[in-house]
């Protein structure tokens, strides 16, 4: 763009008189008040999402495996009251009463971010019947007890 075009954007954008609206986007970006939780949250993209979501004012109920990894997310949250429970999601019958106890310990949950995911990687002919049968029941299975629970 010419910087002639770029100066005369510029000179209406300075006189527009509607006013300033909040857009959509900004609402739904805050989340204070709102109880998420959020497996695979010791690491990775959970741990990732558990931040952004606490810096926009969330309480985060985070689970995973390793209970030290979750402390340190615990640790790097911003805000207060936030939740961590060492489990192992590979139990699906344990998950339902699991959601139902931490659902009654904070709030109604305002969504879930499944996060946690197993991976094995190996070449086919080393992988095992139980390889596949956990990345299944962690993957996708938790993921549907999750929300059968709530």
């Given amino acids: 763009m010419s910087p002639a075009r770029?100066?005369?954007?510029k000179a209406v954008a300075d006189t527009d008189s509607?006013?300033?609206t909040t857009h959509m986007a900004?609402?739904?970006?805050?989340?204070?008040g709102k109880c998420i939780l959020i497996t695979g949250a010791s690491s990775g993209i959970g741990r990732a999402?558990?931040?952004?979501m606490a810096h926009r004012g969330a309480?985060?109920?985070?689970?995973?495996?390793?209970?030290?990894r979750?402390?340190?997310?615990?640790?790097?949250?911003?805000?207060s009251n936030h939740l961590v429970r060492s489990v192992d999601l590979?139990?699906?019958?344990?998950?339902?009463?699991?959601?139902?106890?931490?659902?009654q310990e904070t709030a109604p949950l305002a969504a879930i971010v499944h996060a946690a995911g197993v991976q094995h990687a190996r070449?086919?002919?080393?992988?095992?019947?139980?390889?596949?049968?956990a990345h299944y029941r962690v993957n996708a299975l938790a993921g549907a007890m999750l929300l059968a629970a709530v």
Avoid: C, H, K, Y
């Fill in 6 to 9: 770029i100066t005369r954007a």
């Fill in 18 to 20: 509607r006013p300033r």
């Fill in 26 to 32: 900004d609402d739904a970006l805050n989340l204070a």
């Fill in 49 to 52: 999402t558990a931040q952004l």
């Fill in 59 to 68: 309480r985060i109920v985070g689970l995973a495996r390793d209970a030290n």
């Fill in 70 to 79: 979750l402390e340190e997310t615990r640790a790097s949250l911003a805000g």
């Fill in 90 to 103: 590979e139990d699906a019958a344990a998950i339902g009463p699991l959601v139902q106890d931490l659902v």
């Fill in 123 to 133: 070449p086919l002919r080393m992988s095992r019947p139980d390889d596949f049968l």
